[in-house]
């Protein structure tokens, strides 16, 4: 079954405010990454862990003195 993870979620891992992480899934992270989610509505969204996952390495990947996201590592723990 696939997870489903809140703005929130991420936004708690990412160490990020939750409007930096809506601005990943709509706007992206500044350099063309787009965190791929789910809009049920506009107060509902959900954000697939693979999706993230991936979203993770493509910034780290890209990156060089931006952000770095933290280990997934709280999210497995629950």
Known sequence: MVELLTIEDIAKVAKVSPSTVRKWTT????????LPAIHYSKRLTRIRKD???AFVRSTRDAENGGIILETLSP????
């Open 27 to 34: 706007k992206g992270d500044g350099r063309g990454l787009i």
């Open 75 to 78: 999210l497995d723990k629950k």
């Open 51 to 53: 999706d993230y996952e």
